[in-house]
């Protein structure tokens, strides 16, 4: 190694509204030493995701993070040197490395991963992203040819991919997306057969337009008023798969929830299901080969957002939260 | 037939607020005829179920309740006349008879029952209110022994049914019902676990002092503010069974849903899932025969609260939409 100083971005203070640069700081301190069983890990590439926020909170599916801590966040790394069986120097792995140029993690809190070109599609299709398009409409949402499935944060990293799947599929896709360029995008690029621009205005009348035999699933990025748009137009024996909130993560928590809770459940005999990608590794391989096939034939677009430089990650988050990506946001270090 | 005049009860206003007895008009007028494939039916027990009240709503999974017409209802009742095969005069059926002593009704919308003692059963648990209570809890809810059942309106026609099929399977239940002579009998008399008094402050803290380990499974009849304290508190991959959302019959709409939907969805990986009876007409005969056996053992004790006289049916309802009942309310004729 002949870089001895590790860059480091540290969450100083938790944001009370939206998050800003000025929640973090960048610093230097020495590049840690792997103890037993860890391995120390170069950071590749970093995964930016809505979900960075949420953590913000307090517990999820994971512990809060700290203040004046590295910020948490997965990334694809390498090793550099190996205190455990079965990583060596050279290995490529996933996990939470945090936002640093050096990491010293447990062997056991990664996953190895192939060598494949590009390796970026390691964070996007073939990442969380993918996985999570993957298992959430096929395993959660479950549409059948000739339904329709609408999906929220469309242009986003889960959100394109979950709505390509849906076409492969045979259904009807409609995207909810932010913005005159993202909407085009996703009906004259991706296949989408209609997209609905939430910054247009109300979602429920263009949704109305966009799915006229009503929705069988959505997929839900967003929470708020677009899933309680949604619940009003729902099928009979309908499925939301919830993915995320984001309309809820940056800023204060919503007083509310959508109205139609428990009603329209009831009554339409809906499922609301939550889901996170982890429930489903025994499922992967399957998952991956699908993927895979569908990239290799064309039929599956990858969309990549890849911002360089770590001192870069904090404005590429706080502008992934304000919707400024298209597809799989990461930094590059 | 020595009667010549059949007895209606009119919704003659559809309530904006709290429903009232002036709501209702009692009216007479001739016996009707069947037409050909219809039969004439005298009733003889109606069913009281908090979802009369929804409705008056609109649309729900049946057409809306139109005003200055025969209030909606189903009921038991004997064939007197018949111009449908497959009926004679003197079978018993359950149908949508409507609040009134006569109703011609077409065959194929009636289910004829067996002769059973007492008849009242076939309102309560063998009827709607027990196969809900079946149905719900078991394909919706799946509890498993040792996890911790929750359910709402539990000393109503559902509820008790609900917690005392949980016992059966072995669960830890908790019911959540109105005043401290309600709570007792479910403990003392129904052998829940623990009950909580709504009516006595939030129900957050003492739901979980009575359920330290959280709640796997929560049945609900009510949603609103218990929803909302049960969301909280559910388990990861936790079931919350929809049955009706009672809170929300008997006066204007909610403004908004539960807090933590969806976030708490996705976070817990809850499903939420919607239900009617009428999804699972496939497998009555093998609930039937659960119920049966339940009953026949002493394991499953029925509760009734029987109101005389056609008359009072509207005042029956107003007290069961005020939670005056305790098990299944009806009104014999």
Redesign the interface.
Known sequence: MTETLNRQILLVEKPAGKLGPEHFRLTQTAIPQPADGEVLLRVRCISLDAANRAWMHGA??RSAIETNSVMAGGALAEVVESRAPGLEPGDLVFGDTGWQDYAAVPAKHLVKLPRIEPLTYLLSVYGIAGLTAYFGLLKIGRPKAGETVVVSAAAGSVGSIVGQIAKIKDCRVVGIAGGTDKCHWLTSELGFDAAVDYKAGPVFKPLKAAAPNGIDVYF?NV?GDI??ACLAQMNLFGR?A????IS?YDGA????????????????????????VM?FDDQRAEALADLQTWVASGRLKVQEDIVNGLENTPQALVGLLAGENRGKRMVQL
């Not at 928590?253 to 996170?276: E, N, S």
């Open positions: 999820t599916y839900d929470g899933l309680e939301i919830c993915c995320g909130a809820q928590p919503a007083a509310h929830g959508p109205r139609g809770v428990p009603g329209l459940i009831v009554v339409k005999r809906l499922t609301m299901q939550g889901f996170i429930d």
